[in-house]
T-cell receptor
């Protein structure tokens, strides 16, 4: 079983749509969770951290369910510029490397 | 945050040659740096953890004699791909570990290697 699993997509949505990505992780000792965004042929960049209480950053909402080891990302009012690959990332603690999911590809069209 | 640079950004080489990739932490003294590799449509896979002043720790399946890592200073780690083959063609990304509250890792812009 992979440590971090995501639906690879692609998700093809029109502008203005709401889209949700899901992710599961296997290690219950995981400490922190993130969503990263990666554009084609570029390095990944931090989009937002994920907390159990849920957190929102503009059109983006992230949620963590530790009991079910499930992470989600909701994007509202999709923009063309949201087209990218979204990586679910798990962190085991200081001194360790981030563990990446395979990524979910989003394509927003006009 | 942290600013991380990599050089070169892309390199094309002949099979059998060695390629050195530099990763620099420009505004932070990094005791730990990480090297990842990403093949097309695949996730980032950790290759090794580079600790300043000590030997790197390699992930299972990564040949330490083929991928030489040197972390001689707090701001520079190098990855040398020795005797490169076409299957080594990939996107190599380094990152700096920074574990103050609310921070994790910061990534370099990556190096795209093509071995002919």
């Amino acid at each position: 079983r992979k440590e971090v699993e995501q639906d690879p997509g692609p998700f093809n949505v029109p502008e203005g749509a709401t889209v949700a990505f899901n992710c599961t992780y296997s290690n219950s000792a995981s400490q922190s969770f993130f969503w990263y965004r990666q554009d084609c042929r570029k390095e990944p960049k931090l989009l937002m951290s994920v907390y159990s209480s849920g957190n929102e950053d503009g059109r983006f909402t992230a949620q963590l369910n530790r009991a079910s080891q499930y992470i989600s990302l909701l994007i509202r009012d999709s923009k063309l510029s949201d087209s990218a690959t979204y990586l679910c990332v798990v962190f085991m603690g200081a001194g360790t490397a981030l563990i990446f999911g395979k990524g979910t590809t989003l394509s927003v069209s006009s | 945050g942290a600013v991380v640079s990599q050089h070169p950004s892309r390199v094309i080489c002949k099979s059998g040659t060695s390629v050195k990739i530099e990763c620099r932490s420009l505004d932070f003294q990094a005791t730990t740096m990480f090297w990842y590799r990403q093949f097309p449509k695949q996730s980032l896979m950790l290759m090794a953890t580079s600790n300043e002043g000590s030997k790197a720790t390699y992930e299972q399946g990564v040949e330490k004699d083929k991928f030489l890592i040197n972390h001689a200073s707090l701001t520079l780690s190098t990855l040398t791909v020795t005797s490169a083959h076409p299957e080594d063609s990939s996107f190599y990304i380094c990152s700096v570990g920074k574990w103050r509250e609310g921070e994790t890792q910061y990534f370099g812009p990556g190096t795209r290697l093509l071995v002919l």
